[in-house]
């Protein structure tokens, strides 16, 4: 193929098929293993990626009108932790002069939030509420499909269409005639009194029967709901410089125990890098697929950040109330940061909005407010950018700088909420003043899982063994019943 079409295909995404393998797997997953069909859908949807210019779309490049009426965005997350993106039916009208813009819209989106989220499927929401047949445009609803049947693979994870009016079921039968059996499958019909089957009430409208008030606008970007450390809804991890005096001595006794964390911290790494070491040089097992999410450390360019990818909150009934974030600069200069949630009013974070020196680790601590739990939709995300040493450090210096600081030198990670029932979580749990090392290691479950099924090999020879000398009983009893018989008949015919 790319010695046939290389004219057909932008270098940029030949580069990253040769490095991303990540890329090349959800191709194979999404064509079933099927070789000669991973090609051609490879061969298919980069053809398509040069022709609408994917790479390069931008919101420069896009009519700025497309942004403002908010047809197509990305916001909140399915009952699975699944990004929602959403079209709001109601705002298109079928116009065959601008329908090639509102295609480069959709692939906009689409590559947007996988090159962001390095992939990670999304649920699709169609608000077909208030819509007739003005709506309907069935090319551009195959333009959609395709998009995720043929160019993003295993991008989707389900299709939510809520109201279809009645009148618009003949047209989704020819578009069920578009999607594979996979991806029928994948259609949920929902109304108001079932949507939440899908997604929880705090990520719908409220004609949806929800109690989300997000209003969509532009600018900016709707990005991914992460809020700014002082934003309209009040603020969400900022440190108010006159605070009272119970919430300073709050804070004191807070300081007091995060020194006897620091304390502990050392010997925690080591006792991780250990643990790393002995998995490394244990032959006799084999190491499960997925062993490496077992890392608690994230090397990023500019920050080293643990935990590597979730924060572990309990239960209400464990209590889990605060989690330990670890940033370690491994750069030369000076890195700024800042963290956003996408639930401002559950958590408070310390330090939300600092910098870190050359070489140094600084603890962030993530606390719930009381009476609220933490959910599994709930992210964090933590940006950090290089700061001259000659710029200052302080709280204005630091405004300036994410003002001015361009969005290509920002480094992003985002951070899930884990909840669990469990009092001793595997990842950096403030409780007790103490870090609590995992108490089970994907290596130590799967040398459990490989005991248990030797366990189970043994109990079915055995029953087995039970199973052959029960046939054989039954056998010998048939042949004793017989050979009886057999004499029976003999000295009963010698009697006559």
């Known amino acids: 193929y790319f010695l046939d079409k290389s004219d057909k295909y932008d270098s940029r995404d030949v580069e990253r098929l040769q490095q991303d393998d990540k890329w090349v797997e959800n191709y194979l997953i999404w064509r079933h293993d099927v070789v000669d069909d991973t090609l051609k859908m490879i061969d298919e949807s980069f053809q398509w ?3 609408y210019t994917v790479n390069d779309l931008s919101e420069s490049v896009l009519p700025k009108w497309l942004f403002e009426i908010g047809a197509l965005f990305l916001h909140g997350y399915d009952k699975e ?12 009208t ?8 509102k295609k480069k819209l959709v692939a906009f989106w689409l590559e947007h939030y996988a090159k962001r989220d390095h ?5 699709v929401v169609f608000d077909m509420a208030e819509t007739g047949i003005s709506h309907i445009d069935l090319d551009f609803v195959r333009f959609i499909v395709n998009c ?8 989707l994870t ?15 039968k020819i578009v069920k005639g578009w999607l594979g059996p996979d991806a029928i499958s994948m259609l949920k019909f929902t109304n108001k009194s079932d949507v939440q089957e899908y997604i929880s009430g705090e990520y719908l409208p409220p004609h949806m029967g929800g109690t ?11 990005d991914d709901d992460f809020q700014t450390p002082l934003c309209e809804n009040g603020p969400i991890t900022s440190e108010d410089e006159h ?8 804070d004191t006794k807070e300081a007091g125990e995060l020194n006897e964390a620091q304390n502990l911290n050392q010997k925690k790494m080591n006792s991780i890098e250990q643990i790393s070491k002995s998995e490394e040089t244990d032959k006799t097992e084999v190491k499960p697929k997925n062993a490496k999410k077992a890392l608690t450390t994230f090397k990023g360019p500019l920050l080293h950040i643990s935990p590597a990818e979730e924060l572990y909150f309990g239960s209400k009934e464990t209590g889990e109330k605060k989690c330990l974030i670890v940033l370690t600069n491994v750069t030369k200069n000076v890195v700024a940061f800042k963290v956003r949630t996408t639930a401002p009013e559950k958590y408070r974070v310390k330090p939300s909005n600092s910098s870190c020196e050359p070489g140094t680790s600084l603890d962030i601590i993530v606390s719930l407010h009381g009476g609220f739990a933490a959910s599994l939709q709930d992210r964090f995300l933590i940006m950090a950018a290089e700061m001259d040493q000659s710029s200052g450090a302080g709280a204005p210096e630091l405004t300036q700088f994410w003002k001015e600081v361009p969005r290509t030198k920002v480094m992003e990670h985002r951070l899930r909420c884990h909840v669990i029932e469990s009092s001793k979580p595997s990842s950096l749990t403030l409780k007790d003043n103490a870090f609590n090392i995992p108490a089970k290691t994907n290596e130590d479950l799967h040398i459990q899982l490989t005991h248990l099924v030797q366990i189970n090999k043994r109990l079915e020879e055995q029953m087995n063994r039970c199973l052959w000398f029960q046939q054989l009983s039954v056998v010998l009893s048939l042949l004793s019943v017989t050979v009886a018989a057999f004499c029976f008949y003999l000295a009963y015919a010698q009697r006559s």
Do not use: C
């Open 94 to 101: 079928k116009d065959p002069k601008q329908q090639l813009d």
């Open 81 to 92: 932790g699944y990004k929602l993106f959403w079209f709001k039916v109601k705002h298109h």
């Open 212 to 222: 989300d008030s997000f209003k969509y606008s532009y600018p900016p970007l709707v």
């Open 119 to 123: 992939g990670k499927p999304l649920t």
């Open 49 to 51: 990626r040069k022709e």
């Open 243 to 250: 605070e009272s005096k119970e919430e300073i001595d709050a």
């Open 158 to 172: 389900k299709i939510v269409i809520f109201e279809m009016p009645w009148i618009m079921n003949a047209a989704f």
């Open 148 to 155: 995720f049947t043929d160019y993003y693979p295993n991008f």
